[in-house]
Nanobody, 125 residues
Framework: QVQLVESGGGLVQAGGSLRLSCAAS????????MGWFRQAPGKEREFVAA????????YYADSVKGRFTISRVNAKNTVYLQMNHLKAADTAVYYC??????????????????WGQGPQVTVSS
């Protein structure tokens, strides 16, 4: 089992920045992929970003490319999502997720085995 604990959500004005953190514990491994998804009211949960264990490979949804950055510090078993130039459309509950492998692609929700509790991010326009 892997436990994921997120922090860093909150309220920010459009154009501002927030950083989300996700600390993993339990049976983490070197093949793990860590990702962020988000879910806005009335919408399906969607892919935001993912990173390989090494941090060398990163993946982003088109809607956040150039504004969000995913990174990880393996010594701390922590992954971060730096969100800049936030827009009202970024308002959602953000979920950290972990997968032991993503053979179907890191952007697929069903590839992930573990999920965090989901902090709220609200961007006011």
């Amino acid at each position: 089992q892997v436990q994921l604990v997120e922090s860093g959500g909150g309220l920010v004005q459009a154009g501002g920045s927030l950083r989300l953190s996700c600390a993993a514990s339990g049976r983490t491994g070197s093949s793990d992929v860590m990702g962020w998804f988000r879910q806005a009211p009335g919408k399906e949960r969607e892919f935001v970003a993912a990173t390989s264990w090494s941090g060398i490979s990163t993946y982003y949804a088109d809607s956040v490319k150039g504004r969000f950055t995913i990174s990880r510090v393996n010594a701390k078993n922590t992954v971060y999502l730096q969100m800049n130039h936030l827009k009202a459309a970024d308002t959602a509950v953000y979920y950290c997720a972990a997968a032991h492998s993503t053979s179907g692609g890191p952007n697929r929700r069903d590839e992930y085995d573990y999920w965090g509790q989901g902090p709220q991010v609200t961007v006011s326009s």
